[in-house]
């Protein structure tokens, strides 16, 4: 892995991707340097936006890159454990978006990989870092605001409604 930051491939950029994709691109430490997807046109856009980018429709071509330090998996969920476990078989540490996999042994093959690798493996849980999250657990953990006995959220926006998925995961 490089010192001062990571070189990272992001895989699938559509619905949700292309949000990574500009988030990885934008980030201090990070040095988005593949985006991979199967359909072009979506590649297209993407180098228009960053034309610094590699651009591929061939995973192996960044899983075989060794600058590639980590492995963003943006793809539909179906194919997350397949996507990741060629991250980790790689040497690359893994990002999954939600969820990790559809099958509890997938998820635990993965978690297996990358202890076995000495890798990471994380899952977007993406509000666990949202600012927000973070200054209303600052204001709790200070007891500035009081001791909190109840706290309710909604997130308003549903999304897009999937198959392949359910709640439980997202």
């Known amino acids: ?16 991707g292309k949000n ?6 934008t980030a201090a430490r990070c040095r988005l340097k593949y985006v991979c997807d ?8 993407q180098k228009r936006n960053f034309p610094f980018i590699k651009t591929t429709t061939n995973l192996d071509e960044a899983l075989a890159d060794t600058e590639v330090d980590a492995v963003v998996v943006a793809t539909e969920a179906q194919s997350h454990f ?22 509890a042994g997938d998820s635990r093959a993965l978690i297996e990989l990358a202890k076995e690798n000495g890798l990471k ?4 849980h993406l509000l666990l ?15 500035q605001i009081g001791e909190s006995y ?8 549903l999304g897009i409604v999937r198959q392949t998925e359910n709640a439980w995961w997202s």
């Open 20 to 25: 990574l994709v500009r988030n990885f691109a």
């Open 121 to 124: 493996l994380m899952v977007g």
């Open 1 to 16: 892995m490089s010192k001062d930051f990571l070189n990272v491939a992001v895989v699938g950029a559509g619905y949700w």
């Open 82 to 103: 397949e996507v990741a476990k060629g991250a980790l078989e790689a040497g690359k540490s893994a990002y999954v978006e939600k969820p990790l996999t559809l099958k």
């Open 129 to 143: 870092y949202h600012p927000g999250v973070n200054y209303v657990k600052k204001l709790i953990d200070s007891g």
């Open 150 to 157: 109840y706290m309710y959220t909604q997130r308003v926006n």
């Open 38 to 45: 199967l359909d072009e046109e979506l590649l297209l856009r």
